[in-house]
Protein backbone atom coordinates (compact mmCIF):
# COMPACT_ATOMS: atom_id res chain seq x y z
CA UNK A 1 0.00 0.00 0.00
CA UNK A 2 1.33 3.04 -0.79
CA UNK A 3 1.46 5.70 1.49
CA UNK A 4 -0.16 8.67 2.03
CA UNK A 5 0.61 12.39 -0.07
CA UNK A 6 0.58 15.57 1.74
CA UNK A 7 -1.78 17.83 -0.21
CA UNK A 8 -1.69 22.18 0.32
CA UNK A 9 -4.02 24.17 -1.51
CA UNK A 10 -3.94 27.74 -1.42
CA UNK A 11 -6.60 29.81 -2.44
CA UNK A 12 -6.07 33.25 -3.70
CA UNK A 13 -8.61 34.86 -5.33
CA UNK A 14 -10.27 32.85 -7.42
CA UNK A 15 -6.79 31.02 -8.56
CA UNK A 16 -6.19 27.65 -6.44
CA UNK A 17 -2.13 27.36 -5.66
CA UNK A 18 -1.43 23.61 -5.27
CA UNK A 19 1.08 21.06 -3.99
CA UNK A 20 1.32 17.98 -3.59
CA UNK A 21 4.29 15.79 -2.11
CA UNK A 22 3.83 12.23 -2.89
CA UNK A 23 5.96 8.99 -1.78
CA UNK A 24 7.14 7.34 -4.43
CA UNK A 25 10.28 5.59 -4.72
CA UNK A 26 10.73 6.66 -8.80
CA UNK A 27 12.69 3.81 -9.34
CA UNK A 28 14.88 5.28 -12.95
CA UNK A 29 15.69 1.61 -14.43
CA UNK A 30 19.17 2.27 -13.91
CA UNK A 31 19.92 2.31 -10.41
CA UNK A 32 21.52 -0.74 -8.85
CA UNK A 33 21.07 -2.48 -5.49
CA UNK A 34 23.68 -3.40 -2.81
CA UNK A 35 23.93 -7.04 -4.95
CA UNK A 36 25.22 -5.53 -8.08
CA UNK A 37 21.42 -6.01 -9.89
CA UNK A 38 19.12 -3.88 -11.76
CA UNK A 39 16.75 -2.38 -9.91
CA UNK A 40 13.37 -2.73 -12.05
CA UNK A 41 11.61 0.80 -13.36
CA UNK A 42 9.30 1.94 -10.64
CA UNK A 43 7.83 5.28 -11.57
CA UNK A 44 4.57 7.35 -11.40
CA UNK A 45 3.38 7.80 -14.79
CA UNK A 46 -0.07 9.61 -14.89
CA UNK A 47 -1.39 12.16 -12.26
CA UNK A 48 -4.70 13.37 -12.20
CA UNK A 49 -6.39 16.00 -10.23
CA UNK A 50 -10.18 16.36 -10.05
CA UNK A 51 -12.23 19.25 -8.30
CA UNK A 52 -16.15 18.42 -7.33
CA UNK A 53 -15.24 15.23 -9.14
CA UNK A 54 -14.44 16.40 -12.41
CA UNK A 55 -11.08 15.85 -14.01
CA UNK A 56 -8.96 19.10 -14.34
CA UNK A 57 -5.86 18.00 -15.10
CA UNK A 58 -4.07 15.28 -16.41
CA UNK A 59 -0.08 15.00 -16.70
CA UNK A 60 2.19 12.10 -17.71
CA UNK A 61 5.30 11.81 -16.15
CA UNK A 62 8.42 9.65 -16.76
CA UNK A 63 11.31 7.99 -14.44
CA UNK A 64 13.33 11.26 -14.85
CA UNK A 65 11.20 12.65 -11.87
CA UNK A 66 13.11 12.52 -8.60
CA UNK A 67 11.95 9.90 -5.23
CA UNK A 68 9.18 11.51 -3.42
CA UNK A 69 8.36 13.89 -6.04
CA UNK A 70 6.54 17.80 -5.45
CA UNK A 71 4.02 18.78 -8.15
CA UNK A 72 2.78 21.99 -8.22
CA UNK A 73 0.21 23.81 -10.17
CA UNK A 74 -2.75 26.33 -10.63
CA UNK A 75 -5.76 26.32 -11.08
CA UNK A 76 -8.46 28.90 -11.98
CA UNK A 77 -12.08 29.20 -10.90
CA UNK A 78 -12.06 26.98 -7.84
CA UNK A 79 -13.93 28.29 -4.58
CA UNK A 80 -13.93 27.35 -0.45
CA UNK A 81 -15.59 23.96 0.19
CA UNK A 82 -15.12 22.56 -3.22
CA UNK A 83 -12.92 18.99 -3.05
CA UNK A 84 -9.86 18.68 -4.16
CA UNK A 85 -8.16 15.11 -5.10
CA UNK A 86 -5.14 13.99 -6.59
CA UNK A 87 -4.49 10.33 -8.26
CA UNK A 88 -1.24 9.07 -8.78
CA UNK A 89 -1.13 5.76 -10.83
CA UNK A 90 2.64 4.16 -11.36
CA UNK A 91 3.92 2.07 -14.15
CA UNK A 92 3.19 -1.67 -12.07
CA UNK A 93 -0.42 -0.31 -11.07
CA UNK A 94 -0.47 0.73 -7.78
CA UNK A 95 -2.61 3.49 -7.14
CA UNK A 96 -3.57 6.22 -4.62
CA UNK A 97 -5.98 8.96 -3.77
CA UNK A 98 -5.97 11.98 -1.30
CA UNK A 99 -8.40 14.25 -0.87
CA UNK A 100 -8.73 17.64 0.45
CA UNK A 101 -11.16 20.51 1.22
CA UNK A 102 -10.17 24.16 -0.14
CA UNK A 103 -9.90 26.10 2.78
CA UNK A 104 -10.98 29.75 3.18
CA UNK A 105 -8.55 31.94 1.51
CA UNK B 1 -20.03 22.67 -17.08
CA UNK B 2 -20.29 26.45 -17.95
CA UNK B 3 -17.50 27.25 -15.68
CA UNK B 4 -14.43 26.96 -17.26
CA UNK B 5 -11.38 25.89 -15.52
CA UNK B 6 -8.15 26.79 -16.68
CA UNK B 7 -4.83 25.84 -15.56
CA UNK B 8 -2.55 28.62 -15.24
CA UNK B 9 0.83 27.31 -15.30
CA UNK B 10 2.21 24.08 -16.06
CA UNK B 11 2.97 21.19 -13.49
CA UNK B 12 6.53 21.91 -12.02
CA UNK B 13 8.17 19.46 -10.65
CA UNK B 14 10.98 19.61 -8.35
CA UNK B 15 13.88 17.70 -8.54
CA UNK B 16 16.43 17.05 -6.00
CA UNK B 17 19.95 18.28 -7.46
CA UNK B 18 23.15 17.27 -5.49
CA UNK B 19 24.37 20.67 -4.27
CA UNK B 20 26.98 21.40 -1.24
CA UNK B 21 24.99 22.08 1.83
CA UNK B 22 24.67 25.62 3.12
CA UNK B 23 25.62 27.20 6.49
CA UNK B 24 22.59 27.16 8.27
CA UNK B 25 20.24 30.15 9.95
CA UNK B 26 22.36 32.15 12.09
CA UNK B 27 25.10 34.52 11.23
CA UNK B 28 28.39 34.13 12.63
CA UNK B 29 29.91 36.98 13.33
CA UNK B 30 33.37 35.79 12.64
CA UNK B 31 32.45 33.85 9.11
CA UNK B 32 32.49 36.90 5.73
CA UNK B 33 29.46 35.48 4.03
CA UNK B 34 29.98 34.75 0.49
CA UNK B 35 28.38 34.38 -2.72
CA UNK B 36 27.64 30.46 -2.38
CA UNK B 37 26.21 30.48 0.86
CA UNK B 38 23.85 33.06 0.15
CA UNK B 39 22.46 31.28 -3.07
CA UNK B 40 22.42 27.98 -1.77
CA UNK B 41 20.37 29.47 0.98
CA UNK B 42 17.73 31.39 -1.56
CA UNK B 43 17.44 27.83 -2.64
CA UNK B 44 17.25 26.11 0.54
CA UNK B 45 14.02 27.94 1.55
CA UNK B 46 12.71 27.09 -1.89
CA UNK B 47 13.03 23.53 -0.90
CA UNK B 48 11.86 23.92 2.60
CA UNK B 49 8.43 24.90 1.58
CA UNK B 50 7.43 21.37 0.03
CA UNK B 51 9.66 19.19 2.40
CA UNK B 52 9.45 15.00 1.52
CA UNK B 53 10.30 15.19 5.18
CA UNK B 54 6.73 15.90 5.81
CA UNK B 55 5.73 12.26 3.86
CA UNK B 56 7.80 10.29 6.91
CA UNK B 57 5.91 12.50 9.57
CA UNK B 58 2.42 11.05 8.15
CA UNK B 59 3.88 7.71 7.79
CA UNK B 60 5.58 8.19 11.34
CA UNK B 61 2.11 9.26 12.99
CA UNK B 62 0.36 6.48 11.47
CA UNK B 63 3.04 4.11 13.04
CA UNK B 64 2.53 6.07 16.14
CA UNK B 65 -1.38 4.76 16.13
CA UNK B 66 -1.34 1.85 14.89
CA UNK B 67 -1.03 -1.30 16.89
CA UNK B 68 1.72 -2.94 16.16
CA UNK B 69 4.33 -5.73 17.69
CA UNK B 70 3.76 -9.12 19.36
CA UNK B 71 1.81 -7.33 21.74
CA UNK B 72 -0.09 -5.99 19.29
CA UNK B 73 -0.51 -2.48 20.95
CA UNK B 74 -0.09 1.36 19.55
CA UNK B 75 2.54 3.64 20.92
CA UNK B 76 -0.08 5.99 22.18
CA UNK B 77 1.07 5.24 25.73
CA UNK B 78 4.63 5.68 25.26
CA UNK B 79 6.12 8.39 27.65
CA UNK B 80 8.09 10.92 25.67
CA UNK B 81 8.68 12.82 29.06
CA UNK B 82 5.53 14.85 29.09
CA UNK B 83 3.27 11.77 30.58
CA UNK B 84 2.24 8.76 28.59
CA UNK B 85 1.00 9.89 24.88
CA UNK B 86 1.59 13.73 25.05
CA UNK B 87 3.63 13.96 21.87
CA UNK B 88 3.59 18.04 21.76
CA UNK B 89 6.70 19.92 22.36
CA UNK B 90 8.42 16.32 23.89
CA UNK B 91 11.13 16.54 21.44
CA UNK B 92 12.80 20.03 22.52
CA UNK B 93 12.81 18.73 26.03
CA UNK B 94 14.87 15.60 25.19
CA UNK B 95 17.11 13.78 26.20
CA UNK B 96 15.77 13.87 29.84
CA UNK B 97 16.26 11.47 32.76
CA UNK B 98 13.37 8.85 32.63
CA UNK B 99 12.65 7.33 36.48
CA UNK B 100 11.15 4.06 34.91
CA UNK B 101 14.75 3.42 32.99
CA UNK B 102 16.48 5.36 35.29
CA UNK B 103 18.75 7.22 32.62
CA UNK B 104 18.45 9.90 30.61
CA UNK B 105 17.21 9.08 26.91
CA UNK B 106 17.14 10.86 23.79
CA UNK B 107 14.25 11.06 21.28
CA UNK B 108 14.88 8.24 19.37
CA UNK B 109 16.46 6.15 22.02
CA UNK B 110 13.12 6.54 24.30
CA UNK B 111 11.04 5.38 21.03
CA UNK B 112 13.11 2.37 20.51
CA UNK B 113 12.07 1.86 24.32
CA UNK B 114 8.73 2.21 23.82
CA UNK B 115 8.49 -0.06 20.60
CA UNK B 116 10.17 -2.96 22.67
CA UNK B 117 8.59 -2.43 25.60
CA UNK B 118 4.75 -1.72 25.13
CA UNK B 119 4.75 -3.45 21.43
CA UNK B 120 7.52 -6.26 22.18
CA UNK B 121 9.46 -5.66 19.17
CA UNK B 122 13.20 -7.16 19.50
CA UNK B 123 16.29 -4.51 20.30
CA UNK B 124 18.64 -6.33 18.99
CA UNK B 125 16.39 -6.43 15.73
CA UNK B 126 15.96 -2.43 15.72
CA UNK B 127 19.32 -1.92 16.11
CA UNK B 128 20.59 -4.21 12.95
CA UNK B 129 19.89 -2.46 10.37
CA UNK B 130 18.92 1.32 12.00
CA UNK B 131 19.56 3.50 9.13
CA UNK B 132 17.79 4.64 6.21
CA UNK B 133 18.81 3.53 2.50
CA UNK B 134 16.83 4.07 -0.98
CA UNK B 135 14.71 1.36 -0.39
CA UNK B 136 13.74 1.21 3.42
CA UNK B 137 12.98 3.67 5.90
CA UNK B 138 13.08 1.97 9.43
CA UNK B 139 10.25 2.71 11.77
CA UNK B 140 11.91 4.42 14.33
CA UNK B 141 13.19 7.18 11.56
CA UNK B 142 9.76 7.86 10.43
CA UNK B 143 8.81 7.65 14.34
CA UNK B 144 11.23 10.41 15.44
CA UNK B 145 10.50 12.36 12.58
CA UNK B 146 6.74 12.95 13.26
CA UNK B 147 7.73 13.21 16.59
CA UNK B 148 10.46 15.76 15.44
CA UNK B 149 7.67 17.55 14.06
CA UNK B 150 5.11 18.15 16.58
CA UNK B 151 8.00 20.47 18.36
CA UNK B 152 8.19 22.89 15.18
CA UNK B 153 8.35 26.67 15.99
CA UNK B 154 9.06 25.60 19.78
CA UNK B 155 11.92 26.43 22.22
CA UNK B 156 14.87 23.84 22.97
CA UNK B 157 14.48 23.46 26.44
CA UNK B 158 16.23 20.22 27.84
CA UNK B 159 16.09 19.67 31.52
CA UNK B 160 18.90 19.93 33.53
CA UNK B 161 17.26 19.74 37.17
CA UNK B 162 18.04 16.46 38.23
CA UNK B 163 22.10 15.03 38.54
CA UNK B 164 22.26 12.55 35.98
CA UNK B 165 21.32 14.99 33.12
CA UNK B 166 23.38 17.28 34.40
CA UNK B 167 26.22 14.78 34.56
CA UNK B 168 25.20 12.93 30.63
CA UNK B 169 26.09 16.72 29.69
CA UNK B 170 29.36 16.70 31.27
CA UNK B 171 29.85 12.89 29.72
CA UNK B 172 28.69 14.67 26.56
CA UNK B 173 31.14 17.57 26.62
CA UNK B 174 34.04 15.42 27.49
CA UNK B 175 32.97 12.94 24.26
CA UNK B 176 33.20 16.41 22.50
CA UNK B 177 36.43 17.20 23.53
CA UNK B 178 37.96 13.77 23.05
CA UNK B 179 40.47 13.23 20.86
CA UNK B 180 41.60 9.72 19.32
CA UNK B 181 41.26 7.90 16.11
CA UNK B 182 43.49 7.85 13.43
CA UNK B 183 43.20 11.41 12.72
CA UNK B 184 43.54 12.35 16.35
CA UNK B 185 40.44 14.20 15.78
CA UNK B 186 37.59 15.07 18.14
CA UNK B 187 34.26 16.46 17.78
CA UNK B 188 35.78 19.68 18.29
CA UNK B 189 38.53 19.69 16.22
CA UNK B 190 35.94 21.02 13.17
CA UNK B 191 33.24 22.49 15.55
CA UNK B 192 34.72 23.71 18.45
CA UNK B 193 36.00 27.03 16.58
CA UNK B 194 34.31 30.12 14.38
CA UNK B 195 35.00 30.55 10.99
CA UNK B 196 36.17 26.78 10.09
CA UNK B 197 34.77 25.29 6.88
CA UNK B 198 34.75 22.07 4.70
CA UNK B 199 35.07 23.01 0.88
CA UNK B 200 32.17 24.77 0.74
CA UNK B 201 30.67 24.08 4.02
CA UNK B 202 31.13 26.22 6.96
CA UNK B 203 31.42 24.20 10.10
CA UNK B 204 28.91 25.64 13.10
CA UNK B 205 30.77 26.24 16.39
CA UNK B 206 28.55 23.63 18.41
CA UNK B 207 30.24 25.29 22.25
CA UNK B 208 28.45 28.84 20.97
CA UNK B 209 24.54 28.56 22.10
CA UNK B 210 24.19 31.04 18.46
CA UNK B 211 25.50 28.29 16.52
CA UNK B 212 25.09 25.36 18.53
CA UNK B 213 21.34 25.19 17.40
CA UNK B 214 22.37 24.04 14.08
CA UNK B 215 23.55 20.68 15.60
CA UNK B 216 19.81 20.27 16.32
CA UNK B 217 18.03 22.35 12.99
CA UNK B 218 17.44 20.55 10.04
CA UNK B 219 17.41 17.05 11.73
CA UNK B 220 15.69 14.79 11.20
CA UNK B 221 16.44 15.63 7.83
CA UNK B 222 15.76 14.58 4.34
CA UNK B 223 18.73 14.19 2.43
CA UNK B 224 18.27 14.98 -1.41
CA UNK B 225 21.16 12.62 -2.49
CA UNK B 226 19.23 9.12 -2.39
CA UNK B 227 16.23 10.76 -1.11
CA UNK B 228 16.71 9.39 2.34
CA UNK B 229 15.57 10.39 5.39
CA UNK B 230 17.94 10.44 8.60
CA UNK B 231 18.09 11.45 12.50
CA UNK B 232 20.45 12.60 14.86
CA UNK B 233 20.91 9.10 15.28
CA UNK B 234 22.47 8.69 11.87
CA UNK B 235 24.11 11.98 12.17
CA UNK B 236 26.42 11.20 14.88
CA UNK B 237 27.15 7.69 13.47
CA UNK B 238 28.46 9.08 10.16
CA UNK B 239 30.76 11.96 12.66
CA UNK B 240 32.47 9.07 14.22
CA UNK B 241 33.04 7.52 11.17
CA UNK B 242 34.52 10.44 9.46
CA UNK B 243 36.44 10.61 12.74
CA UNK B 244 37.51 7.05 12.23
CA UNK B 245 36.23 6.54 15.25
CA UNK B 246 34.27 2.96 16.34
CA UNK B 247 30.99 2.89 15.58
CA UNK B 248 29.48 3.91 18.60
CA UNK B 249 26.04 1.97 19.76
CA UNK B 250 22.84 2.81 18.30
CA UNK B 251 20.41 4.49 20.62
CA UNK B 252 23.68 4.01 23.05
CA UNK B 253 24.12 6.42 26.30
CA UNK B 254 27.00 8.07 24.65
CA UNK B 255 25.12 9.37 21.89
CA UNK B 256 22.38 10.39 24.42
CA UNK B 257 25.29 12.36 26.37
CA UNK B 258 26.75 13.97 23.45
CA UNK B 259 23.03 14.78 22.43
CA UNK B 260 22.46 16.11 25.65
CA UNK B 261 25.46 18.72 25.24
CA UNK B 262 24.28 20.12 22.22
CA UNK B 263 20.84 20.10 23.27
CA UNK B 264 21.51 22.40 26.30
CA UNK B 265 23.83 24.55 24.01
CA UNK B 266 21.25 25.07 21.99
CA UNK B 267 18.52 25.92 24.45
CA UNK B 268 16.18 28.57 24.11
CA UNK B 269 17.03 28.56 20.27
CA UNK B 270 13.85 27.67 17.88
CA UNK B 271 13.48 24.33 16.73
CA UNK B 272 11.98 24.44 13.18
CA UNK B 273 11.21 21.02 12.36
CA UNK B 274 12.17 18.35 10.37
CA UNK B 275 14.61 19.47 7.94
CA UNK B 276 16.12 19.00 4.16
CA UNK B 277 19.67 18.67 3.16
CA UNK B 278 21.92 18.36 0.52
Known sequence: MADPMKIRAKLDGDVLDVRVLMAHPMETGQRKDGAGNLVPLHFIQTITAQLNGRPVFQAETSQAVSRNPVFGFKLKGAKTGDKLSITWTDNKGDKRTDEVTVPTA | ?278
Open chain 2, 1 to 278: MTRTLALCAAAALVAAAPVPQAAGQTKPPAVERDATTEEFEKFRAVLEADNPAELFELRGAALWKTPRGPKNASLERCDLGLGPGVVKGAYVQLPRYFADTGKVMDAEQRIVHCMVTLQGFDAAALAKQPFSNETRTPDPVAITTFVAGQSRGMKIAPPQTRPQEREAYAVGREIFFYRAGGYDFSCASCHGEDGKRIRTQQLPNFTRPEEAIRSYQGWPGYRMTGGVMHTLQWRLNDCFRQQRFPEPGYVSDSLTALLTYLAVNSKGQVYKGPGIKR
